[in-house]
């Protein structure tokens, strides 16, 4: 029934002549707009007073409350209970006989009905469940409610008034919160499960709420295969297209476990055919949606696996929802983690049994054939391995041979008791000297008889060559009904090694004649390598000799050590003997190497030597170097020298002339003193009389003669200008100032004050200007020179220069930015010379050398300077300061 809004005027019925239907709520207003006339509860003016009555109450209350009117139970409800419509039961229902509304449940609802109206007798239903399709979907819900009849004024039931109150959020959160209790106890009630153990109890668990659970299936990670394997389903068969065995971790696959992985978030999976039908759970309807959730281990963020949840078809998945599969996925991570620890502490336990085992079999007084059948069944017992053999190599026919089984086969002869090495994957292995692994047999090309692995429940295969010191012993493999992970096949490999080892043991006391064979060519091997040394020490191109005892007895000289001494017989003499004249110099430092067993490291020592009957002074550099016997004790001292006389000599000739190339600095810095100070004198001179002639012949100048005066003493000024910078631009390479820390920020806004630019320009000082080790005094000279230039070319009363700092490696890149005349490309080279300038010197003052003087002040700090500009568009100039100061060249 539509909703009319013109009824009541219509009718001539007002809010005031219905004061039941009182009231600011949406159903109070649609009530007093509703055409009743239309309906089975007839017009207003017409409803007797018990009606009214609940309907007033109705209106009023805050509770959930429905009244079913009249024997087709006409619905009135107000609007605590509009949310128990849904999205598909309002308005269109309002005055309605409640079999139009309420359809899916009038088999349940309409019985209870009938019998309140023809009893009497009210009924109490709590946590009822309904199937209501109020959303689009049978959905599964659960209420408290009442129906308690309403008395007509004749005496009869003339409707039912229903209070109710959904419950459907507490009955399915507690329903959910004792499954996830059930999950949580598993860990503590089996500690000592294993991880397929864990993994099939947390199915048979989440099988407990198959209203919440339609279907799960539990995927695993092994740490070395790019794929996820099932290992426990609930509500799918394994294989089925939903429930593949194996999925590859890449995109495209049954369920978006790559992007589970990638993301470390649950991905929520709408149906699709490719995937077949899923179960609904304890619902006949089959789930249309599943939630893919990551399993990481505990405390870790190691993802372990993947855990596919269906969703109910009769419930929606809500944030309470979400938070369930959270939960529930966070349990079952957690079992299989504990899990994973007790197998690895387990596994762990075993392995170093496994060690020992090996061990004591290998080093047992047994025969090779007793000691390899105890390794096979260790290998056997602590790793459950199907069954593990080991083969030995007959080098004279190039033949392995079975000589040890254990397992689901202990027997030595037949088919593969003898195999050529190339032959089979053992013989394979063998002439390879690869191992082999496998942990898909059924999908392996070296696996002959498929049917018998598939038939056997093999999974996978490993086999190793036994290998010492290059030598191939034969070959060790089992199969394994179980997926070999990298531990275990780090301690097979070891354990490979170790049985390796025990064959090669067992072959010693045959080789006994070969390795003494082996250890003459090695004495030999030994001797002529002595021999090359020696060679070699007599062709070094340093001094070489060995001194033996505390008199530093020479017993070795090569060639160039005999040189540097002026090739004087010494071996087999004491030192103070053969080279008296280092008695007092170079004894007493053998000395302290000797005693104190502490090499002696000499850097252009001055050494007296007589060399061609003369004594002159050499510098050497060289290392004495103590020599031990066998009980760590100093037996003699080796020599190692080079003569750096000449270097020496010419470093001394280079401080000298350094020193007098700075007593020539000084006396030029005191000339250009002295001629600064000469020549500005009588330019003020001049300046100072030119004034007073103009002061003494005001009255008789004219305009012409007072303009040369002033053009005179502007070229004096500049003169005088010119000499300061010459002045400036002759020390600035040579006169350094001490290194401090200078902020740059401070400095610039402190030259900006010296400056004092007029009013109507502006310098604007950028931030992050860094803090560093500078001569402050040349920087500053830098900055003012700069922005001086800047102002003085800018042809305009606003000028405007920004100064910024930006990072350039090794350098801060200072870049001052005005926004005058700009300078053609063609001159960007030479405004840096000395005495450049652009404009004529009457037009605008200056000497030339403001930018040379820069230039130069940077570049002997080790910067560099550069121009960016174009005519018209004003000019950047870049000063790039070295981030670590420059010391003096």
Request: glycine share 8%; with cysteine; proline share 6%.
């Amino acid at each position: 029934m539509s909703m009319k809004p013109n009824a009541i005027a219509r009718l001539g019925t007002t809010s005031s002549d219905v004061p039941f239907l009182a009231g600011e709520g949406e159903m109070a207003q649609r009530m007093r707009e509703f055409d009743w006339a239309g309906c089975p509860v007839g017009p207003v003016e017409h409803w007797p007073q018990s009606l009214r009555t609940a309907v007033s109450i109705c209106l009023s209350s805050r509770h959930p409350i429905e009244i079913w009117w009249g024997p087709e139970y006409a619905r009135l409800y107000n609007d605590a209970y509009r949310p128990i419509l849904g999205a598909h039961k309002h308005p269109q229902f309002l005055g309605r006989p409640g079999r139009e509304c309420w359809g899916e449940i009038w088999d349940v609802i309409g019985p209870m009905l009938d019998s309140v109206r023809d009893t009497g007798k009210a009924t109490w239903s709590e946590d009822f469940p309904l199937m209501l399709t109020r959303n689009g979907y049978v959905e599964e819900t659960y209420f408290t409610f009442s129906y308690a009849p309403l008395w007509s004024e004749d005496g009869s039931v003339g409707g039912i008034f229903c209070a109710c109150a959904e419950t459907t959020a507490r009955l399915i959160s507690e329903r959910r919160l004792r499954l996830l209790r059930g999950l949580g106890a598993q860990t503590a009630e089996a500690p000592t499960a294993t991880v397929k153990d864990a993994c099939e109890q947390s199915l048979k668990t989440l099988a407990g709420g198959r209203k919440d659970v339609s279907f799960a299936l539990l995927y695993l990670l092994s740490p070395d295969e790019p794929e996820a394997h099932l290992a426990a389903t609930l509500g799918l068969d394994p294989g089925g297209p939903a429930s593949p065995e194996r999925i590859k971790l890449q995109e495209g696959g049954a369920w978006p476990f790559a992007e589970v992985a990638r993301t470390h978030q649950p991905a929520r999976v709408p149906w699709s055919e490719p995937l077949g039908t899923w179960p609904g759970g304890e619902w006949p309807e089959p789930s249309r949606e599943a939630v893919v959730h990551p399993l990481f281990r505990s405390g870790e963020n190691a993802l372990q696996g993947f855990l596919v949840m269906g969703v109910s078809p009769r419930r929606a998945l809500d944030e309470a929802y979400r938070d369930f599969f959270d939960l529930a996925a966070g349990h079952v991570a957690t079992a299989i983690s504990s899990a994973r620890v007790y197998e690895e502490t387990r596994y762990g336990t075993r392995r170093a049994q496994l060690g020992a085992d090996v061990g004591a079999a290998l080093t047992s007084s047994a025969s090779l054939h007793d000691q390899l059948r105890r390794c096979c069944e260790a290998i056997v017992r602590h790793l459950d391995a199907a069954f593990a053999r080991i083969w030995v190599l007959d080098p004279t026919q190039d033949v392995l041979e079975l000589r040890a089984s254990a397992g689901l086969y202990t027997h030595i002869d037949g088919a593969h008791s003898r195999v050529p090495v190339g032959a089979l994957k053992i013989g394979l292995i063998a002439q390879t000297r690869q191992p082999h692994l496998t942990n898909d047999v059924l999908n392996d090309s070296r696996v002959g008889d498929k049917a018998w692995a598939a038939r056997e429940g093999m999974r996978s295969f490993v086999g190793y060559p036994l290998i010492v010191d290059g030598k191939l012993s034969g070959v060790m493999a089992l199969f394994s009904r179980s997926v070999l992970d990298a531990e275990t096949l780090r301690l097979l490999a070891s354990v490979a090694n170790s049985i390796g080892v025990g064959i090669e043991r067992k072959r010693v006391e045959d080789e006994r004649t070969e390795l003494l064979v082996r250890e003459q060519a090695a004495l030999a091997e030994a001797e002529r390598q002595r021999s090359r040394l020696e060679t070699l020490f007599l062709q070094a191109p340093a001094g070489i000799c060995v001194l033996r005892g505390s008199d530093h007895v020479f017993e070795f000289a090569n060639p160039r050590y005999l040189q540097l001494i002026g090739d004087r017989d010494v071996v087999g003499k004491p030192l103070r003997e053969a080279l008296p004249e280092l008695q007092e110099l170079i004894v007493p430092l053998l000395d302290r190497v000797y005693s104190g067993g502490e090499p002696f490291y000499g850097d252009e020592l001055r050494v007296p030597l007589l060399r061609q009957g003369r004594l002159e002074d050499c510098y050497f550099n060289f290392i004495y170097q103590p020599i031990y016997d066998a009980t760590r004790t100093v037996e003699g001292i080796a020599v190692i020298a080079f003569e750096v006389s000449e270097q020496v000599r010419a470093r001394q000739r280079s401080e000298r002339l350094t020193q007098e190339l700075e007593a020539t600095n000084q006396d030029l810095d005191q000339f250009a003193y002295v001629a600064s100070h000469d020549l500005k004198a009588p330019l003020r001179g001049i300046a100072s009389l030119s004034e007073w002639i103009e002061e003494g012949l005001a009255d008789k100048m004219n305009d012409e003669t007072r303009n040369q005066m002033r053009l005179l003493r502007g070229r004096v000024h500049r003169l005088e200008a010119l000499i300061n910078g010459i002045l400036s631009y002759s020390r600035a390479s040579r006169m350094r100032e001490k290194v401090e820390t200078v902020d740059v920020g401070a400095l610039l806004a402190e030259s900006r004050d010296l400056l004092a630019p007029p009013p109507e320009a502006s310098i604007v000082i950028g931030g992050g200007m860094p803090t560093l080790q500078a001569e402050r005094v040349p920087l500053q000279q830098v900055f003012l020179n700069l922005m001086s230039n800047a102002l003085k070319h800018a042809g305009r009363a606003d000028a405007r220069i920004e100064i910024a700092c930006a990072d350039a490696g090794a350098f801060h890149d200072f870049s001052l930015k005005d926004n005058g005349p700009g300078i053609d490309p063609r001159f960007h080279d030479r405004i840096w010379g000395i005495f450049q300038t652009l404009e004529a010197r009457d037009k605008v003052e200056g000497t030339g050398i403001g930018l040379s003087l820069v230039k130069k002040i940077v570049e002997t700090r080790g910067g560099r300077v550069a121009i960016e500009s174009e005519l018209g568009a004003g000019a950047t100039f870049h000063v790039f300061w070295p981030k670590q100061p420059k010391g003096p060249a």
